[in-house]
Structures are given as structure tokens and as C-alpha cells.
């Protein structure tokens, strides 16, 4: 795994944690259809967020679910802080080749 590919993956989890953070903001709001993303490894393992519209249930109050919403903020940050602890693990061993070399 290389830095643009732990890069990728901190930009799908913004998209992911910006469309949760829409959905629960708008938990009050009559007839609220939230949106729904989905993080998938399309091509040599980089990772890219997709989202769409979720299934409208025909309710004329909000359709978002917490209990959904609140545990996926949760894992999402936790996927961010492994991104963010491997680039700067990557960082310091390539400042430590460099020292190295010099």
C-alpha cells in the first residue's frame, strides 16, 4: 500500500462522513429522504465513494436512522485515524531511508 492509495481512502470516508453528517443534521426534517454511500475498491485497491439517494419509504417524516448513521460515523473515523497513523508511518521510514542515504 502506498501513500495515494491511504490518500484515496481519507477522501471516500470525507464523502462517507459529509453524506452521514447531512443524513443526522437532517433527522427533524419532514419528509427528509436520506442518501446512502458506499466505499468500494474499484480499480488496484483505491478505494472511491459512491452515493445515491436511499429507498423512499413514503413517509412524510425524516427517514434517517440513527442507529445507523451514528455507529457508521464511528467506524469511519476510526477507518481515518488508521489512514492518517499509516502515512505518517510511511513518512517517518521513507525521512529515515533519506537519512540514511545522506
Known sequence: M??????????????????????????????????DTRIENQTAQTPTATTRMADDNGSLQSQTDLAK????????????????????????MMGTLLDIKA
Open 2 to 35: 502506498n501513500i495515494s492509495n491511504n490518500i484515496a481512502s481519507l477522501q471516500a470516508n470525507q464523502t462517507f462522513l459529509n453524506t452521514t453528517a447531512n443524513n443526522i443534521a437532517n433527522v427533524n426534517t419532514d419528509g427528509f429522504i436520506p442518501q
Open 69 to 92: 448513521e451514528i455507529p457508521d460515523q464511528i467506524v469511519s473515523g476510526g477507518v481515518a485515524e488508521a489512514n492518517v497513523s499509516a502515512i505518517k508511518t510511511q513518512d517517518e
